[in-house]
């Protein structure tokens, strides 16, 4: 089924010649066969996906034709959907039963998807490689030895090895886009504002944004199309039109000016990954795009700015568990005290409650100026750096993550270290502009080979126009239909 | 700057979080590499500008005043650790004096 685009699914379902009945059952039995070595998965629920599905076969039936009609989609545990858990992966919200679908969710079930289970994640979203998730870890299927990146882990493990045709996933600094580029999917970050937020866990409010991950660019597109616009439940959505995707996705690069910023091309890069994104350039260039060297002189600042700007917002968004209102409570609690410092204590680990530690410190008397205030207005330049580069290029082009995927427990022991790995996808979340990252080939590690993902960033409200060029990357560096051999690596 | 113990305790008191005093010692060092990481951004010059604090559209929003049906009591307080009569119950608050 690899080989198949959403929109084949969904009219092979809406002409009668399959059933969402028989699209779910097949995804479920790849997962029933592969999750336990894979860990992409937190929750599965067979009975309810199918029933899902009948319901899309009855609407079917009485007449109606639906641009998902019997689409599959993994949900990261970070996001509500009603009959699931909602986790987090964290202890805090084992047993949480969310009383709403996340507005995502209800766009995706009324274009005829099915919800096939909830992918796992590092914790809160806080993470670069899904070893924080509180349950267990999730594997990269190109090499099981390896993580599959972070935040968005799970969602990312499932397209690549096919257990999912697509899936949803959340990204605040890089959490969708850097898991799709360690695994060879396509990860789209929209614009702040592009796609509701309600029913996504908060972990930094001025931050998330919710995107598809997929096997391929048109399916990214397709998602896009039916996910987003303006939310009455999400105040911060905007209500200008959605630019669709689908419609232009073949119009091509030709006389599009793509930015190459230096910052982004560093020695701090691996030599073979940035050969790959300079061929995805070439092949720009092939189609008809001119290729432009500008700057983005504030580049260093993004992570250390990120990393307070995420933080404070984390603190404050975390404070919310409690004990009190939902989530766990410390059953050893004899006053109120004990409700909130031993619940906290006991069911955050040990990330979260790093980041929340570093938040609290930054909003606190006496360091707010030196840390929150300042990282607030280093944000300006980071986004001023941007609008100026946009009066010059259309899109910019770079890579995703510095390294292909690295080893599970490689850089575990170091905070910092970690938090590198989204250095080249945080400066787009501060700005508030989308991102994609599309597979532009492979590296040779250890004798593996590993995908390697090309980043396009653009203005805001530009995802149709960096789908087209994503479109050209992978059409001509990448073979979407290709499955990892995890299934023979492991045996 | 230099991360005491003391730093650690009053901000993870502020944030309702204890550790052991066994695991004191790790936090202490891995927090005061995170500072001392991000504080680099003390170098960068910032005469005239001005904070950011979201990158969306700036505006108020408004909406048509209209009754809609909310979540029942029952299904949103269907997840709390507690409750009693539709009601969040925890313990005693205020001391007996």
Redesign the interface.
């Known amino acids: 089924m690899a080989n198949r685009t959403l929109s084949a699914i969904a009219s092979d379902v809406n002409g009668g010649s399959s059933t969402a009945r028989a699209m779910t059952s097949h995804w479920l039995d790849r997962m029933a066969k592969w999750n336990a070595s894979l860990g992409a998965y937190l929750a599965v629920d067979r009975e309810r996906s199918l029933a899902e599905a009948d319901a899309i076969d009855a609407r079917i039936r009485a007449g109606e034709r639906l641009p998902l009609a019997g689409v599959p989609v993994a949900v990261k545990d970070n996001l509500h959907a009603q009959g699931f858990p909602t986790t987090c992966a964290s202890r805090m919200l084992e ?3 969310p ?2 679908d996340a507005t995502v969710v209800t766009r995706l079930k009324a274009a005829g998807a099915v919800v096939l289970g909830k992918t796992n994640l590092d914790e809160f979203a806080m993470g670069s490689s899904t070893e924080n998730s509180a349950f267990h870890v999730c594997r990269n299927p190109w090499d099981t030895t390896r993580i599959p990146g972070g935040s968005s882990g799970g969602s990312a493990t499932a397209v690549a090895a096919d257990l999912a045709p697509c899936a949803l996933g959340s990204d605040t600094g890089g959490s969708i886009r850097q898991p799709a580029a360690l695994t060879g999917t396509v990860g789209l970050k929209t614009t ?2 592009r796609v509701s937020r309600y029913g996504l866990v908060a972990f930094a409010s ?1 931050l998330d944004q919710v995107g598809p991950m997929t096997r391929r660019v048109e399916d990214a597109a397709l998602l896009h199309d039916v996910i987003a616009g303006h939310d ?1 439940n999400d ?2 959505t ?1 209500s200008r039109p959605v630019g669709l995707a689908i419609p232009s996705l073949r119009q091509g690069v030709k006389g599009l000016r793509i930015g190459i910023p230096d910052e982004y091309f560093t020695d701090a890069v691996d030599p073979q990954v940035r050969a790959r994104v300079e061929a995805a350039g070439k092949a720009l260039e092939g189609e008809g795009a001119t290729l432009h060297r500008i700057s983005l002189p ?1 580049t260093a ?1 993004a992570i ?2 990120y ?2 700007v995420a933080t404070s917002e984390a ?1 404050s968004n975390l ?1 919310r568990y ?8 410390n059953p050893d ?9 031993g619940s ?2 006991k069911y ?1 680990g040990k990330e979260v ?2 980041r ?3 938040g ?3 909003l ?1 008397s006496g360091f707010y100026d ?2 929150y ?9 980071l ?1 001023a750096d941007f609008d100026a580069a946009f009066t010059k290029v259309d899109l910019v082009l770079c890579p995703t993550t510095p390294t292909a995927a690295f080893k599970l427990g490689e850089k575990v022991a170091d ?2 270290q970690m ?1 590198l790995a989204d250095i080249l996808t945080g400066a787009c ?5 989308p991102g994609v990252s599309v597979p532009c080939g492979t590296v040779s590690v250890d004798g593996c080979d590993l995908p390697v993902g090309a980043q396009l960033m653009g203005p ?1 409200w530009s995802e149709a126009l960096l789908l087209r060029a994503a479109y050209v990357i992978e059409a001509k560096c990448w073979d979407p239909s290709r499955v990892p051999t995890f299934a023979e690596a492991r045996s | 700057m230099n991360i005491s113990k003391e ?2 305790v009053r ?2 008191g ?6 052991p005093e066994s695991d004191l010692p790790a ?1 202490i060092a ?2 005061g ?3 001392h ?6 170098a ?1 010059k ?1 005469d005239g ?9 700036a505006r108020d ?1 408004f ?1 048509d005043d209209v009754v809609v049906t909310p ?1 029942s009591t029952k ?2 307080m ?5 409750s009693f009569n539709g009601l ?1 119950r ?4 205020i001391a007996e004096s």
Not at chain 1, 373 to 381: E, H, P, Q, T
């Open positions: 047993g949480f039963r009383p709403y702040y504002g001025s009455p105040a911060t905007s504030h600042h250390p700015t990393y307070i603190s404070a409690d004990g009190v209102h939902y989530g766990q409570r609690a004899i006053d109120i005290n004990g409700v909130y410092f906290r204590s955050l409650k790093r929340i530690l570093l609290t410190w930054c606190s030196a840390f205030d300042r990282a607030l207005r280093v944000r300006s330049l986004k905070p910092v938090y979340n501060l700005a508030g502009i805001n | 730093d650690v901000t993870l502020l944030a309702r979080l204890e550790v936090l891995e927090f590499a995170i500072v990481y991000v504080e680099s951004i003390s960068v910032l500008v001005e904070p950011l604090s979201h990158g969306g559209e929003v909406r979540l299904d949103a269907s997840n709390a650790p507690d969040f925890v313990p005693r608050v």
